[in-house]
C-alpha cells in the first residue's frame, strides 16, 4: 500500500502576493489530502509572460514565510522559470500534480497563447507533470474566489487520483460574480485581439503607447466554444497541447516540398 503523501507545486503568473494564489492553496488544503504544498511564484506581476524564459541574467530563489501550510517561495523571474527553478532547486522531490493560478482575469479563447498562468502549466506538462491552470473572469485585485472553490477542488481532486493523457493540460476558466451552473469540456473558441493599443502624450509631449484592446469573438454562439459557456456562468475545461503541431497539414505541405 502507498502512503506516500502528495507532493503540489502550484504556481502563477500574479505574484507571490496574489490574492488568488492564497486561494488556490486554500482550496487544496480543504480537500483533506494531507498533501505537501510547495508555491513557486513570481516575485512581481508577470501576466502576459506566455513560456517566457529568463536566458540573459541570473535567477533568485527567496524563502517567505508558509501561507496555511505551504512553503512559499518567490522567484525573480517568469511563470516558467518558477516551474524550472522550482523542479530544481525547491522542491524536495518531482511533484504529483502542479496547479497554476488562480489568475485574476481569463485564459479562454486565444488569450491562452499569451498567457503566464497557462505557459507555467505548459512548462509542468513538457516535464510530465499532470498540470492545470485556473483563471476567474475578474481582474480586480480583491476579486471574490467563493463560488470557484468546489470546481477547483473537483477538477484537482480527479486530475491527481486519474492523470491526464499524456502530452496534456487544462484551461479551468470560472465565471466571476455568480455559482457556476456546471462543467463544461470545451475547445479555445477562436477569436483576435483588437485595437490593442491606447494613444497617449506625457507631460513632456513625448508620445507612448498602453496595452489594451477588445477581444473579438468569431463565433460567439459556437457551443463547442469556451466563451460561450462562460457567458452562460458555466466553468470551462480546455485540454491544451504545449506541441502546437499542426499535424493535418502535414501531408499537404510534403506534397509541395518533399
Not at 527567496?62 to 530544481?88: Q, S, W
Not at 509542468?124 to 492545470?132: D, F, H, L
Not at 459556437?222 to 466553468?235: E, H, I
Amino acid at each position: 500500500m502507498n502512503n506516500k503523501r502528495p507532493l503540489i507545486l502550484i504556481s502563477n503568473d500574479d505574484g507571490i502576493d496574489a490574492r488568488g494564489l492564497h486561494h488556490l492553496i486554500d482550496s487544496v488544503n480543504a480537500m483533506h489530502i494531507d498533501a505537501e504544498i510547495y508555491a513557486v511564484a513570481p516575485a512581481g506581476h508577470c501576466s502576459g509572460m506566455s513560456s517566457a524564459i529568463t536566458a540573459d541574467g541570473p535567477l533568485r530563489l527567496i524563502e517567505h514565510p508558509d501561507y496555511n501550510g505551504a512553503r512559499m517561495f518567490a522567484v525573480t523571474g517568469t511563470p516558467v522559470d518558477c516551474v524550472k527553478l522550482g523542479l530544481h532547486a525547491a522542491l524536495p522531490s518531482y511533484p504529483d500534480l502542479m496547479l497554476s493560478g488562480v489568475n485574476h482575469g481569463s485564459n479562454a479563447g486565444n488569450s491562452n497563447i499569451y498567457s503566464g498562468t497557462m505557459g507555467a502549466a505548459m512548462e509542468a506538462c513538457m516535464a510530465g507533470i499532470p498540470a492545470i491552470g485556473f483563471s476567474l473572469l475578474d481582474h480586480h485585485p480583491d476579486a471574490d474566489f467563493t463560488h470557484t472553490t468546489p470546481f477547483i477542488q473537483k477538477i484537482a481532486a480527479l486530475v491527481l487520483e486519474k492523470g491526464l493523457p499524456k502530452g496534456v493540460c487544462l484551461n479551468v476558466n470560472m465565471p466571476k460574480n455568480c455559482v457556476p451552473e456546471g462543467i463544461k469540456v470545451t475547445t479555445c473558441a477562436p477569436g483576435r485581439w483588437t485595437e490593442e493599443f491606447k494613444d497617449y502624450t506625457s507631460p513632456h509631449g513625448q508620445k507612448f503607447y498602453w496595452l489594451a484592446g477588445d477581444y473579438v469573438d468569431f463565433e460567439p454562439e459556437n457551443p463547442a466554444g469556451d466563451t460561450y459557456w462562460l457567458k452562460r456562468r458555466y466553468v470551462t475545461v480546455t485540454p491544451i497541447r504545449p506541441d502546437q503541431t499542426a499535424f493535418d497539414a502535414i501531408p499537404a505541405l510534403s506534397s509541395l516540398l518533399d
